[in-house]
């Protein structure tokens, strides 16, 4: 059974830093796509970043100069390095794994999701 569980998110100012870390386990192989998506309340479910199974990563033209994202495989971990952190980017952030096709910011191309981790920006 796999496992997507996500941590770091928290509350921080307007020009914080904040870093996600998404584990994923029981998954049987270690290289797949994975991507960070965020909701807010009212809002649909947008794609910030993804990384495909070779480690490329993509990102959304909202996020991008100010978040990194990362993979390490031997560890199982997608990380989300949020810089200069903005109240707009106030949301609930959901790490999914193991995407079957398209493009990286399809979300119902993932096969498994975490719960989420808040996020809260204030100015």
């Known amino acids: 059974q796999v496992q997507v569980v996500e941590s770091g998110g928290g509350s921080v100012q307007a020009g914080g830093s904040l870093r996600l870390a998404c584990v994923v386990s029981?998954?049987?192989?270690?290289?797949?796509?994975m991507g960070w998506f965020r909701q807010a309340p009212g809002k649909e479910r947008e794609g910030v970043a993804g990384v495909d199974s070779d480690g490329n990563p993509s990102y959304a033209d909202s996020v991008k100069g100010r978040f990194t994202i990362s993979k390490d495989n031997a560890k199982n971990t997608l990380y989300l390095q949020m810089n200069s952190l903005k109240p707009e980017d106030t949301a609930m952030y959901y790490c999914a794994a193991d995407k079957n096709g398209g493009s990286w910011f399809d979300a119902y191309e993932y096969n498994y999701w975490g719960q989420g981790t808040q996020v809260t920006v204030s100015s």
């Open positions: 029981g998954h049987r192989y270690t290289s797949y796509s």
